[in-house]
């Protein structure tokens, strides 16, 4: 099998309203489409990925992915490629690990067509797709509008709202009574993204046990490299504690199980390099006895099937926040999954199955 040709081109995509989280403001996806074309015993077949930035939650930014790419394009046209022997191609580009998602992700989509087969299926799975459910995102913003959102959400069928906190204790706080109150016994996960201390963490933890909300899980409370206080709030905290950013690669989630700083890890594709490192990761989790979460950055529902895929070849996860689609103005591609309120149901056909 051969590339015949790589086509890249930056992906932006309006968001509804900006997302706003403690490290960040988008108003647009910052993500590259990357499309290859291969040949495959004869025949030609053409694959896409999502290379999605999100800065400095991914170190790189979309200009960063675009130059990248460009850089490699040469050495990646007209390649032969042993399907056995991708790790070592990927491992000759050295490329940093949300381009290599995407570019990765091109290739086993076309791969997977060539080979007639879903993209979960070529990565392991031997059953059919499981059930997905997502939660849907509340960014950080005031707390009469988020409680406004949450309320809007519920007749459209999302049950489970991840809140975005960690800038403010005082405002984050008064987030989860606005909430509360407007959805009384509302299921939450939180997500400070890294912006509390182990102190302030345990605070709003105790702050909300006072109200009517059931809190499901709490992600990457502290600093990346703070183990110690992610230790301190998976000790003391009383819910499962999900490391997200100090989760980046097969050394980080070693390190979280040795020093019992996450009671569970969040996947996610550009973070951890690929499908097939985070396939590798998230297998290791569960024999760690980690539990799971599948996210995304803030991806279309091209990043976002191929997360399903995933998700399936691991046979499940505990929290699936897939719902980034779902807070743009438009999304470019179709297919790849059918929406049922927060279900998403993988369709069956070759492949990622999404088409441009
Ligand atoms: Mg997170």
């Not at 993209?119 to 913003?141: A, E, K, Y």
């Not at 297998?283 to 976002?304: F, N």
Request: hydrophobic share 45%.
């Amino acid at each position: 099998m051969k590339i015949l040709d790589l086509h890249y081109s930056p992906l932006s995509v309006p968001l509804l309203e900006p997302f706003v989280i403690a490290t960040a403001t988008v108003t647009h996806t910052r993500a590259a489409l990357i499309k290859i074309e291969m040949e495959v015993r004869g025949e030609r077949f053409i694959g896409i990925g999502e290379a999605a930035a999100l800065h400095p939650v991914t170190a790189e930014d979309q200009p960063d992915i675009l130059e990248e790419i460009k850089n490699a394009a040469p050495v990646i046209v007209g390649r032969t490629l042993v399907p056995e022997k991708l790790d070592e191609f990927f491992e000759e580009l050295g490329l940093r690990p949300v381009t290599k998602a995407g570019l990765e992700c091109a290739i086993l989509d076309a791969l997977a067509r060539a080979e007639g087969i879903p993209l979960h299926r070529f990565l392991g799975s031997t059953g059919q797709p499981c059930r997905l459910v997502t939660d849907i995102t509340l960014p950080i913003g005031e707390p009469r509008h988020l409680a406004d959102l949450a309320e809007g959400y519920r007749p459209k069928g999302f049950e489970v709202f991840k809140i975005k906190v960690g800038k403010s204790l005082s405002q984050d706080s008064k987030v989860l009574e606005a909430v509360a109150s407007r959805i009384p016994g509302a299921r939450i996960r939180l997500d400070a993204n890294e912006g509390y201390h182990a102190k302030d963490a345990l605070a709003l933890l105790k702050h909300a046990e006072k109200l009517s909300l059931v809190i499901e899980c709490f992600e990457q409370p502290c600093h990346r490299e703070d183990l110690v206080g992610m230790a301190e709030v998976t000790a003391q905290g009383g819910i499962p504690i999900v490391a997200d950013e100090s989760c980046r690669s097969m050394a980080d989630l070693e390190q979280l199980a040795l020093r019992k700083a996450a009671h569970g890890v969040n996947l996610k594709l550009v973070k951890l390099g690929g499908l097939k490192n985070s396939l590798r990761i998230g297998r290791r989790a569960k024999d760690l006895g980690l539990a799971l979460m599948a996210g995304a950055m803030v991806e279309t529902r091209l990043g976002l099937t191929a997360m399903a895929h995933l998700v399936t070849a691991l046979g499940g996860v505990e929290w699936l926040d897939l719902d980034t689609a779902f807070l743009l103005a438009s999304d470019p591609f179709h297919g790849g999954y059918e929406v049922n309120g927060a279900q998403l149901t993988l369709l069956n056909g070759p492949g990622l199955g999404v088409e441009a």
